[in-house]
């Protein structure tokens, strides 16, 4: 990594790299707990302004990254190249386009390539392989080697011809290592795996991932009058499938509600709220704990959050709206598949 940095303080970058990776308990996007491997990459650059989120507060880690939102990252970090090509030859990418300007910019600069053979098609909305990003990451930052020995990928024998050289030196660069020892070069890259891979060449390793800060103390007696005051807000509401207001909740929008009421955001799903948060034992549970249920199908289907004194507040199927249960009949009837403390 030594030589991708002189080349960024030498000016290839328009972000200064001096300042710390993110290693604070705070994250943009909601969904960073489901990517804790990648969770301090997507901060760090969020906040640099390369990567953004495809919508406010959510990143979706694990949706692969477009041609287009690939090279208007890239775009964001070089400066100062020689511009080779004066003509632009896609006809799917039109000056009305969010990355127009960053795709003409990296075509000027010799940097990608379309996706036809007459050159004519850029397919911007297109997922990038891994092989293709490798090409175009290792002319971007200008990364070569002369190599003898292929990395020692079991699957090396699939990286196509033309991506060989910059895939070799991508991944002696350090920029792969989250591969392990398999490329699968014809995989579609994940915004996660994009965001660790920048990372590793804009700033070096990635900070751990630390779990967000907790709002207050959890045995403050404020935290817990307005965990109850949440708790109690969606309490009556009617049970409707997929619903997330107060006009109808289905489980795992009484659980968003009440969490929003405290400033987290949830994902939106049962099993995806599963994902988040540390995991404790049921007889460690505390007042504001997740509790999670498989009713059936042996997958998690209900969730419900744990009030104290073996009850569950929670939005059931049965019995027409939110509220308050004892825990003994779901223990007995359903089988538990976890406990979650996201507070």
């Not at 090279?71 to 190249?81: D, E, F, T």
């Not at 390539?113 to 175009?136: D, H, L």
């Not at 991932?209 to 005051?229: C, E, G, H």
């Not at 109808?248 to 988040?276: A, E, M, W």
Request: hydrophobic share 35%; proline share 5%; net charge positive.
């Amino acid at each position: 990594m030594k030589r991708i940095r002189k080349r960024i303080l030498a000016g290839l970058l328009v972000f200064s790299i001096f300042t710390s990776p993110a290693i604070a308990a705070e994250y943009h996007f909601s969904d960073a707990g489901q990517i804790s491997w990648a969770a301090s990459s997507v901060e760090k650059l969020y906040q640099e302004g390369i990567l953004s989120g495809v919508n406010g507060s959510q990143f979706a880690p694990n949706s692969p990254i477009t041609r287009a939102q690939l090279i208007g990252a890239l775009s964001k970090v070089v400066k100062n190249k020689p511009v080779t090509r004066t003509n632009f030859p896609f006809t799917d990418v039109h000056s009305n386009d969010w990355y127009y300007g960053a795709v003409k910019k990296m075509y000027s600069m010799g940097i990608i390539e379309g996706t036809s053979e007459n050159n004519k098609q850029f397919s911007p909305n297109q997922p990038i392989t891994r092989e293709e990003a490798a090409v175009i990451i290792a002319r971007t930052f200008d990364i070569s080697y002369q190599w003898k020995t292929f990395p020692p990928y079991i699957d090396a024998n699939t990286v196509s011809p033309w991506a060989k050289d910059a895939v070799a030196s991508v991944t002696k660069e350090g920029a792969f290592s989250l591969f392990g020892n398999q490329i699968k070069a014809k995989n579609a890259l994940t915004r996660a795996e994009t965001a660790v891979i920048l990372h590793k060449i804009l700033y070096g390793e990635p900070a751990p991932y630390q779990p967000p800060k907790a709002m207050a103390s959890r045995s403050s007696q404020m935290m817990d009058q307005r965990l109850t005051s949440a708790i109690n807000s969606g309490l009556g509401v009617p049970y409707r499938y997929g619903g997330a207001t107060m006009s109808g909740f289905d489980c795992s929008g009484y659980t968003s509600h009440v969490y929003s009421q405290l400033g987290v955001k949830l994902p939106r799903d049962s099993r995806s709220q599963y994902n988040v948060g540390q995991s404790v034992s049921m007889s460690e549970m505390e007042k504001g704990d997740l509790i999670f249920f498989d009713t059936g199908g042996g997958r998690i289907t209900h969730v419900g959050i744990y009030v104290g004194n073996n009850r569950m507040a929670h939005a059931p199927s049965s019995g027409g709206k939110s509220r308050i249960d004892s825990l003994d009949w779901y223990k007995k009837n359903y089988r538990i598949a976890g406990v979650k403390r996201v507070l």
